[in-house]
């Protein structure tokens, strides 16, 4: 009798969640279809035949018929557009840390299409790539940020002449990505610094960015300094540090995104899906400037192997005097759904947070601050059966339609089949 109760309560959660607008990704058909890849490590490219070198002064385009080489830092300076054509590709430069920075007022249109994506990867061969191989891309916008006098720079060992970003066009477009694959990106300059797969500083929000994958990046898959962001089907893999990482301001809709972790690919500091701050320093805020304010809908963060080794931890991390609001989404495999900074819940800092329709699956707590655990009365003004706040407890198998990337994998929520599924574990 107690295995048929819990089943039936298993149920019941389920069937509620399907009578709720859909948690997780969403799409009539599977959006990860033909243009990602999940096993880069092994994929063969074709030899550079061009190389890519110094600075992009004037309109260029890649073609497709061409492998590209990026040699050392290249910045596309002096309002030059860069165009890739669908099915490009282009390898970073291992020895020389190749590296794509589209400076402020310059733009990238990066426009592939599901069946022929662009990807950025390594020059390495397929058997001796690993994170960290290449630098990354970066795209500086004249979008605001909230550090005093509204300008930042970028200490990435960038030429000071093209490293700044920031300004006051929230509306800026610096190009466009789509159906684009970045790989082993985030090289690690020293101990404090680290490329991401794509940093987005004073990026306004006529850029257009839509289905990106970033793959074993060594550092961030996604970074954003600032600026106002519209993100739409975005996948991050096997990151080693965080997947979505937003700073100094960063007004951003993110929707229909996920991050897969695996806990031997994380970083013993602490990584995390979502780390959600609104400055580097305190005394570099600018009191009269945005804090960071993040609207997440639809996003599935997953930790898809059993965390044996204790690396991933957190999901969501919240620094003080950060907004964060995520709904109809799913976080499963986490032992915390979502770490607070002991300043977050000082003040009125909880109100910054909103958690509508989200389940939680194989967690082992809720909220947590950093120094201890978090009190009943603060986990239930935060996460509560008025938010429509459920957990499971069911496998990975259980939960979507298929979660093996061996395979063809497609994190949507299994609907009704969930229940024959679980019907079956006796």
Known sequence: MKKTAIIVIILINVFSLNAQETNGIIGSENWFSNWTNFKPKTTEYSESTHIINGVIDENMTLSRKNTYLLLNVVYVTNNAILTIEPGTIIRGDFATCGTLVITK????????????????????????????????????????????????????????????????????????????????SGRKLNALKE????????????????????????????????????FNNLISFRATDDDFDFTQGTQCNISNSIAIRYPFSSDVTRSRCFEVDSYDKAE??????????????????????????????EAIYIK??????????????????????DKAILNSNLDKLKFYNIVINNSK?????????????????????NNNIQTLNVSREDLFVESDVKKIPDFRLKSNNITSSILVVK
């Open 195 to 230: 490329l991401n797969g794509l940093s987005l500083a004073g990026v306004g929000n006529k850029t257009k960015m839509e289905s990106i994958q970033v793959s074993f990046s060594n550092d961030d898959s996604f970074e954003s300094y600032g600026g106002d962001i519209l």
């Open 105 to 184: 007022g310059a733009k990238i249109i990066a426009k592939g299409t599901q069946t022929d994506p662009i990807v950025f990867t390594s020059n390495k061969e397929a058997s001796e790539r690993k994170p960290g191989d290449w630098g990354g891309i970066i795209i500086l916008g004249d979008a605001p940020i909230n550090k005093y006098g509204g300008i930042g720079t970028l200490d990435f060992n960038l030429n000071p002449k093209y490293n700044f970003y920031g300004g006051l066009n929230s509306e800026s477009s610096s190009g466009e990505l789509k159906y684009v694959r970045i790989e082993f």
């Open 365 to 385: 707590s809720k909220v947590q601050l950093e120094t201890e655990i978090i009190s009943n009365l603060i986990e239930e003004k935060i996460v509560n059966d």
């Open 320 to 341: 003080n005097d950060s907004f964060f609001e995520l709904k109809n989404s799913i976080v499963s495999g986490f032992n915390q759904f979502l770490l607070l900074e």
């Open 284 to 313: 570099n805020y600018d009191l009269s400037r945005k804090l960071t304010k993040i609207v997440a809908n639809n996003i599935t963060l997953v930790n898809n192997e059993d965390n044996n080794q204790g690396l991933v931890k």
